[in-house]
């Protein structure tokens, strides 16, 4: 079982920065993929970044490349979500999610096991 858990959200003004945290607990997040999703309410969740187990792999969606980064420090079982250049249509809840590792990096919801409970980025015109 793994925990996770979000933080460094918060307000910002359009075109800052903000550096999301997911911190993993329970057990270490070897052999995991960890994604980054968001969501808006009455929207469905929106895959924004994934960081692959094996090679380090990154997938982006195309809203975000060029702009959010994804990094992991294992030795503290932690991923990081790095937004730059922010924008209004980014204001979302962000969530982190892992799932174990395969060949391909998933993208859908439903393909990940273990969530966090949210952290809230609010972006500013």
């Known amino acids: 079982q793994v925990q996770l858990a979000e933080s460094g959200g918060g307000l910002v003004q359009a075109g800052g920065s903000l550096r999301l945290s997911c911190a993993a607990s329970g057990r270490s997040f070897g052999g995991y993929d960890m994604g980054w999703f968001r969501q808006v309410p009455g929207k469905e969740r929106e895959f924004v970044a994934v960081?692959?187990?094996?090679?380090?792999?990154?997938r982006y969606a195309v809203n975000v490349k060029g702009r959010f980064t994804t990094s992991r420090d294992n030795a503290k079982n932690t991923v990081y979500l790095q937004m730059n250049s922010l924008k209004p249509e980014d204001t979302a809840v962000y969530y982190c999610a892992a799932c174990r590792t395969q060949n391909v990096l998933r993208t859908r919801p439903s393909e990940y096991d273990y969530w966090g409970q949210g952290t809230q980025v609010t972006v500013s015109s």
């Open positions: 960081l692959g187990w094996i090679n380090g792999a990154t």
